[in-house]
């Protein structure tokens, strides 16, 4: 398959040149078009050592023989714009071609893929908005964005999408494994109130959560994301669903879960909550207070003990500061779950990654170091195995 990738003027342009080599390794012939401010952000004289081919970011180059954008587009089965910009979607809509990148797509009778990356304001701009929806109604596959940190230092929705999933969308080489299969996943933490403006809590982010979320949809599944207090926000694929407490996440898995094919429970839960709420602000006092908690509900094990059949598939998480492979092996069996995916507590918080020991009935199996990405289709697998199995 010939391919003809585009690279917009974003700071993810540098992810562009793993694209390229990701595309190569499926066996697709690729060759670039950049845009004049795409080459501020990566040379093109990257893409020409690893395609063999000059890097297109003039549409008067001397050096071309004939309609550069006209040859490269006849050439080419499909095109890939990564990072598409705000302006280049814009420009894109309105059937501009003053540029490599936008004369090529003009030109283009295959199919095409935009692969957005910009500040998550800029995504969700009315415009932005409008557009994606006229490209989409034109033909064109959208990938991504995602959830994510930005060039600005902020998490948003506004992330281009990981070089190997644009491959995959690209080559038609997506799994759609999960298509027909409902999946409920739990992600973020739970607050416990204190008083009014104080409350119980942990260091969850809810991205892994997230990330399982996302790589279900885009495996078929029709996927519910029932969330703790987080900054992230699901695409539209995703139908989530806001809590606080833990007894909130209680009620909301028990009104969704006997419908499910997978239930995956990667929120950290609190375990107990104040038995008491104070109706107003706790004031500070010369001498120490006490605090009463009381339990909160197992949801897991209380999954694990109503099934009476293999459905859903459950899946829990397990975060250990010590023993953490044999507290995993007991949370399997004390929870009646399939699978426990077992954390690293000084790899899993906060970060794009995470490290983890698969636990089931069958054994360990040990993972190394990925990307949250990578690992929910890791955990999905296993999950997709699981259903083939009954």
């Not at 030109?107 to 490209?135: D, E, K, V, Y």
């Not at 009014?196 to 519910?224: D, H, I, Q």
């Not at 407490?245 to 909550?273: F, G, K, P």
Request: glycine content about 8%.
């Amino acid at each position: 398959m010939n391919v003809l990738v585009g690279v917009g003027g974003g700071i993810a342009a540098y992810k562009s040149v793993s694209l390229v080599r990701e595309l190569q390794r499926s066996g697709a012939s690729v060759r670039v078009v950049m845009t004049p401010s795409a080459t501020r952000f990566v040379g093109p004289i990257t893409f020409t050592g690893i395609t063999g081919h000059p890097a297109i970011h003039d549409l008067w180059d001397p050096a071309y023989p004939g309609e550069v954008h006209v040859s490269l587009a006849g050439w080419a089965d499909r095109m890939v714009v990564a990072p598409a910009t705000m302006n280049m979607i814009a420009r894109a809509t309105q059937g501009m071609a003053d540029d490599p990148v936008l004369a090529s797509l003009a030109c283009m009778t295959g199919p095409c893929f935009l692969a957005p990356a910009m500040h998550s304001a800029m995504w969700a701009a009315a415009a932005t908005q409008r557009n994606i929806a006229t490209l989409r109604q034109d033909g064109w596959t959208i990938i991504g964005p995602e959830e994510g940190p930005l060039a600005s230092g902020e998490s948003g929705l506004g992330r281009m999408s990981e070089p190997e999933d644009i491959a995959r969308a690209v080559l038609g080489e997506a799994k759609q494994d999960l298509k027909d299969r409902r999946v409920l996943i739990t992600a973020g933490p739970t607050r416990e109130a204190l008083d009014p403006v104080r409350f119980l809590s942990n260091r969850s982010t809810g991205r892994m959560g997230f990330a399982l979320a996302e790589a279900a949809a885009a495996r078929g599944a029709e996927t519910t994301l029932i969330s703790g207090p987080t900054d992230l926000q699901a695409s539209a694929r995703v139908n989530q669903l806001q809590v606080i407490s833990a007894l909130e996440m209680h009620e909301a898995v028990n009104a969704n879960a006997l419908t499910q094919d997978v239930v995956i429970m990667a929120a950290a839960v609190s375990d107990y909550r104040p038995a008491e709420i104070d109706s107003q602000k706790i004031k500070k006092t010369s001498g120490d207070r006490s605090l009463t908690l009381t339990r909160n509900p197992d949801i897991l094990a209380e999954l694990g003990a109503s099934r009476t059949t293999g459905r859903p598939v459950l899946i829990g998480f397990a975060l250990e500061t010590e023993h953490l492979i044999r507290n995993a092996q007991a949370k399997l069996k004390r929870k009646g779950a399939d699978l426990i995916v077992a954390n690293h507590a000084d790899v899993g918080f906060a970060g794009q990654d995470n490290q983890v020991t698969l636990v089931s009935p069958a054994g360990t199996e040990p993972l190394p170091r990925m990307t949250k990405r990578a690992l929910a289709d890791v955990i999905l697998d296993r999950a997709r195995s699981q259903l083939a199995s009954e």
